[in-house]
């Protein structure tokens, strides 16, 4: 079932039709920012807890 899984993932990658994000280019904002800000973070799921 796993390689099944990585078989059909690599296949859609090879077609394009999938792609595997990744962070090349991202620069870190510069020191300072967001300072005094106050964030939310409503709920728990992986992008609540990607953003927290
Ligand atoms: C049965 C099933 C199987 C899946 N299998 C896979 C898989 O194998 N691989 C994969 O990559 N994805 C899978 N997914 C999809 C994946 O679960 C979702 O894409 C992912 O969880 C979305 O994350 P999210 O943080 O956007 O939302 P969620 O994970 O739904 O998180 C939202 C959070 O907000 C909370 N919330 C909602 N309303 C409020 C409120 N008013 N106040 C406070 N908190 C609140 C909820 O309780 C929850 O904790 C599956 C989904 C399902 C339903």
Redesign the pocket.
């Known amino acids: 079932m796993v390689a099944g899984l990585g078989a059909t993932a690599a296949a859609m990658q090879a077609l394009g039709i999938a792609g595997i994000a990744h962070a090349q280019g991202w620069t870190p904002p510069p020191p300072g920012t967001g300072a005094g800000q106050s964030v939310i973070v409503?709920?728990?799921?992986?992008?609540?807890l990607v953003a927290a």
């Open positions: 409503l709920g728990a799921g992986i992008a609540g």
